[in-house]
C-alpha cells in the first residue's frame, strides 16, 4: 500500500505540471489582461498602458511568462540562506518576473511581510493586491472547506438512509415519492435552489439570514462560546441545504441500487436461509457490501463540491474561495485564478487516491498492489 501510494504521488507531479501549462495557456488567451482590469484604458496616453505591461512582464511571450510564473512558485526559489535574519520577512515592493511597483503604491500597498523560509509554495503574487497568493487562498480556503465538508457529510449520511429506506420498501408510495425527489434534485442546479431558498426562507420567512457566516455584531468569533457557534450554524444552514441537494440526491439513487443488488445476492440468502434474523442479515451482510460503490463516490464528489459552490458562495456572500475566484475572473489576476485553478486539481488526484485507498480498506478482496 505505501509503495502504491508514492507511486501514484510521484505519477502527480507530471500530471500537476501538464494541467498548469494547459490552464495557464487558456488564460492567457483570454481577452484582456490585468492592465485593463486595473486601470480604465480610457487614462492610458502616451503609450501608458504597454508601459505598464512592460513593468509586469505582460509584453513577453507566453512561454516566458509560464516559466517566470513556474520559478515564483517553486518552493526553493528564494536565495535567502536558512537562519539568516535578513530573510524572515520579504517586504512585496515588487510583482512576479520584476523588481518595481506597477502602479503607484498609495494604490496598492506594500508594506505586507511574507514568511519564506522554510521553503513553501506560495503560488506567485497577486496583480492586483501584490500580496501571496497562498497567503489570500488560505484566508478563504477554510470557509470553503467547511461548507463542502459538511454538505458531503450531511449528504452521505442522509442519502444513505433514505437510500436504504427505499430499498427496504421497494416499489412503495415513499419509494415513488424520494426517486421523485432525488431525479429533481440531480436535474435542477444547485443556483435555481438557491435562488428558491432565498426567495422563500430568506424574503418570505425570514427564518435564515442572507449573507456571510456570521452576524457583523460578532467581530471576533469564539467556537467556545454558545451564543456564537449557534449564530454561526443558522449561517450555515441554508447554504449547506443549496449546496448538498444534488449530492444527496445521488446518494440516494446509488443506495438503493446498491442496496437492491446485495440484497438479491447469493451469500444474503444463504444467511437468511440459516435462520438469521433481518436485521443481522441486513447490518453485517447486505449493508456492508452496499457501501463499497458509495465510499468512491463520496470521495469524488469532494472535488466536484468544491468547484460547483463557487456561484453558491457569491450568492450568500460566503467568504470562501467561490468569492476570491469570481473576483480573480474579474480582475484578470492570473496567479490567483493559476492559484485556485492547481488546488483544484491537486484535490482531484488526492480524492482519486484516497477513494482507491478507502476501497482498499473497506473491501479486504481488493489488492491494490495488483492494480498497476
Not at 502602479?103 to 521553503?119: E, G, M, S
Not at 480582475?331 to 484516497?354: E, K, P, Q
Request: glycine share 8%.
Amino acid at each position: 500500500m505505501t509503495k502504491y501510494i508514492i507511486r501514484r504521488t510521484l505519477i502527480a507531479i507530471p500530471m500537476l505540471l501538464a494541467i498548469s501549462i494547459m490552464t495557464f495557456t487558456f488564460i492567457n488567451l483570454a481577452p484582456g489582461d490585468p492592465v485593463d482590469a486595473m486601470i480604465d484604458p480610457e487614462f492610458f496616453v502616451g503609450g501608458a498602458g504597454d508601459k505598464l505591461r512592460a513593468r509586469m512582464g505582460l509584453d513577453k511571450p507566453i512561454h516566458e511568462r509560464y516559466l517566470l510564473w513556474l520559478i515564483e512558485v517553486s518552493p526553493f526559489s528564494s536565495s535567502c540562506e536558512k537562519g539568516d535574519p535578513t530573510c524572515e520577512t520579504l517586504r512585496l515592493d515588487r510583482i512576479p518576473g520584476t523588481n518595481s511597483w506597477p502602479i503607484p503604491t498609495d494604490i496598492i500597498p506594500t508594506a505586507v511581510n511574507l514568511k519564506i523560509w522554510p521553503p513553501d509554495v506560495n503560488l506567485g503574487y497577486s496583480y492586483q493586491f501584490g500580496v501571496s497568493v497562498m497567503s489570500m487562498i488560505g484566508s478563504r480556503i477554510i470557509p470553503t472547506l467547511e461548507l463542502t465538508i459538511v454538505a458531503l457529510l450531511a449528504a452521505t449520511v442522509i442519502g444513505t438512509a433514505l437510500g436504504v429506506l427505499q430499498a427496504l420498501r421497494q416499489y412503495s408510495a415513499l419509494d415513488y415519492t424520494f426517486s421523485v425527489g432525488a431525479l429533481f434534485g440531480i436535474s435542477i442546479p444547485a443556483f435555481f435552489f438557491a435562488l428558491i431558498a432565498l426567495y422563500i426562507f430568506v424574503a418570505i420567512l425570514g427564518w435564515f439570514p442572507s449573507y456571510g457566516m456570521r452576524d457583523y455584531t460578532i467581530t471576533e468569533f469564539d467556537i467556545f462560546n454558545p451564543s456564537h457557534l449557534l449564530n454561526h450554524v443558522h449561517h450555515l444552514t441554508l447554504p449547506v441545504a443549496v449546496v448538498m441537494i444534488e449530492s444527496l440526491a445521488g446518494n440516494m439513487r446509488y443506495m438503493r441500487t446498491a442496496m437492491l443488488d446485495v440484497m438479491r445476492s447469493d451469500f444474503v440468502r444463504t444467511a437468511q436461509s440459516k435462520g438469521l434474523s433481518s436485521w443481522l442479515v441486513f447490518g453485517r451482510h447486505a449493508f456492508r457490501n452496499a457501501l463499497l460503490p458509495l465510499v468512491t463516490i463520496t470521495t469524488l464528489r469532494l472535488p466536484g463540491l468544491i468547484g460547483g459552490i463557487i456561484i453558491i458562495e457569491h450568492m450568500f456572500a460566503w467568504p470562501g474561495m467561490g468569492q476570491l475566484g469570481i473576483r480573480a475572473i474579474s480582475d484578470r489576476d492570473y496567479t490567483i485564478i493559476m492559484g485556485l485553478a492547481m488546488i483544484t486539481a491537486a484535490l482531484v488526484l488526492f480524492s482519486n487516491l484516497l477513494a482507491d485507498v478507502l476501497y482498499a480498506f473497506v473491501d479486504p478482496r481488493v489488492r491494490v498492489e495488483e492494480q498497476g
